[in-house]
């Protein structure tokens, strides 16, 4: 059996490991009560590192990728494995130098280009090794990110943040995240040069065959590449803007206890995470397009009917998980969908042009919260996400019709 064959299944598990540390920022809610309290912040304050590390990191995504084509994802994600540890460790002076500004330029800045760095490793090698599998590669190497909060939050909140202050805690994960990083980053490789898997039947995998491996400078001539970033923006922005409120939601309009609201977090990251595989599966049976059209028509019901669904428990539950889903799907599809349509040659630059969306989804909690402010009431705040992801649905529907996508 061919050697490479069999090695080729620690490419997705190295992407998961990149993709797990650099996860761990969703976890930072953990870190806004503690900086309140600490240092008399505003919440706006505490919560305004979290903002700039995720358009940071977004926009790093496109040089990060073209980085990572041109040296492999090997020395790149090394690089970012070690300037994590950069970021943690200077944000872990909070102490000596109690302002915003530290923690927006270290943890924000630094921490941001570090996980452009990194996660930009994560999709590229899966689809290279993957072309058989692609959705199922790529999907299962980028869940670590969207796993990465469901054991992160509980764990800073209830344990080390107690344990160990915050300045305590920023260091413990940083060296965590460099020593991790550095292990996926020794995996990690793109295949030799011309090697491919065995041959499969010729209808196994329904996403696009690319024609032509575009360069950047085509990409962004192509009204597909457009159409996309239109749409992953639109239903990212969608559900990074209900997201956060969905505790405030449970406990002030259902009355739901603080434990019982901060469920529905849970129970979003899960299906965020555990949903990105099977996404992926989901893409190479029955197609890409195929898959975001029935996730982001449930996704539109869900976010137009939310306050008149999401009534009680359970179905606050069931809600955030089919926002999760959507997550998922979002996270998972949007690198496979870029190789099918614009090759795998320089996957790495152009997911990171389509990737520059999800900058403009990190301001969406912003502006959530200034419609909450604006109103008192939640509503429009769901209603505006759900005409978002009802715009994304159509862009989508136009992809599969127009363009003929699978």
């Not at 809600?319 to 690198?335: E, H, R, Y």
Request: net charge positive; proline share 7%; aromatic share 14%.
């Amino acid at each position: 059996m061919d050697s490479n064959l069999k090695m080729r299944w620690t490419i997705p598990f190295a992407g998961f490991l990149l993709a797990f540390m650099g996860g761990f920022s969703y976890a930072w809610g953990s870190f806004v009560l503690p900086l309140v309290s600490a240092y008399n912040w505003t919440t706006s304050e505490a919560t305004m590192p979290f903002t700039v590390f995720m358009v940071v990191f977004a926009l790093v995504m496109f040089p990060a990728g073209k980085l990572q084509d041109i040296f492999g994802p090997r020395k790149v994600s090394a690089v970012g494995a070690v300037l994590f540890i950069v970021a943690y460790g200077l944000a872990s002076f909070v102490a000596r130098f109690p302002y915003p500004w530290w923690l927006i330029t270290t943890y924000g800045v630094l921490g941001g280009i570090a996980c452009g760095l990194t996660y930009s490793c994560v999709a590229p090698p899966a689809r290279k090794w993957f072309p058989d599998k692609p959705g199922f590669a790529i999907s299962s190497a980028v869940m670590g990110f969207g796993l990465a909060a469901v054991f992160a939050a509980p764990l800073k909140a209830e344990h080390v943040i107690p344990a160990f202050g915050i300045d305590g805690t920023l260091l413990i994960i940083g060296v965590a995240t460099l020593i991790i990083s550095l292990l996926a980053s020794l995996l990690i490789k793109n295949p030799p040069s011309g090697w491919k898997p065995p041959a499969l039947k010729a209808n196994a995998v329904k996403s696009i065959k690319s024609v032509h491996e575009y360069t950047p400078q085509e990409l962004v001539k192509s009204p597909i590449f457009w159409t996309s970033w239109v749409t992953f923006a639109l239903v990212i922005a969608g559900g990074l803007m209900c997201i956060p409120i969905l505790p405030a939601y449970g406990e002030l309009i259902i009355k739901l206890s603080p434990i019982e609201a901060a469920g529905a977090i849970a129970v979003f990251a899960s299906f965020n995470g555990f949903g990105r595989p099977i996404a992926g599966y989901l893409s190479d049976k029955f197609g890409v397009v195929l898959v975001m059209i029935v996730t982001y028509a449930i996704q539109s019901l869900t976010l137009l009917m939310f306050s008149v669904f999401a009534v009680n428990l359970p179905t606050l539950y069931i809600s955030a998980a089919l926002l999760g889903w959507g997550f998922a799907v979002t996270l998972a599809l949007f690198p496979t969908l870029t190789a099918s349509c614009f090759g795998a040659k320089n996957l790495g630059v152009n997911y990171g042009l389509l990737f520059t969306a999800f900058g403009v989804g990190a301001l969406a909690p912003s502006i959530g919260a200034a419609i909450f402010d604006a109103t008192g009431s939640y509503t429009p705040a769901f209603l505006t996400a759900g005409i978002m992801a009802t715009i994304g649905l159509v862009l989508c529907v136009i992809l599969k019709t127009k363009y003929k996508l699978a």
